[in-house]
């Protein structure tokens, strides 16, 4: 009768756990992001498809408050001479244009619904060293991101960033 009672105890205490909301429920942008789109868009709402119609990339929060990102044009052009320190002008300019990669830390600020990526490297150079403030929307599988002030583009235009949640 007691090894029945123990039993018994033991299990209600498991049900809260079987009941528990995913990680990511608790700290909506941690995780691992698939990207879908990234965008420039102009002043008259037209939208520029910056790394081609299929982009390939991820972006990664950890709970130590750490981030990676990586964008790519799945249509960049291979090195003919399978060297990259042999590249030609157009190779290094496709390799350029057609990549975004940069990490560091990040702060999200969930009153404002903005998250601050506190940039330590990146491809794009003028960006180390900066506090990028980004506004964002996110649900349980889709994050997107503006970009005030995107590496392309002139006055007026903006980035817009969109991930599905990798599982």
Known sequence: MMLGKTLIRALTCLVPLALTLPAYAAVPLQGTWTLTASDNINPDGTRIHLYGDDPQGTLNFDATGHYSLQIMSKMRPRFAANDKSKGTPEEYRATVVGTQCHFGTYTVN????????????????????????????????????TVPHPTIGGPGVYGEIAYVRTH
Not at 128 to 143: F, I, Q, S
């Open 110 to 145: 969930e009153k404002d619904h903005t998250i601050t990526l506190h940039v330590e490297h990146a491809t794009y150079a003028n960006w180390e060293g900066a506090n990028l403030t980004w506004p964002y929307t996110v649900d349980a599988e889709h994050a997107t991101f």
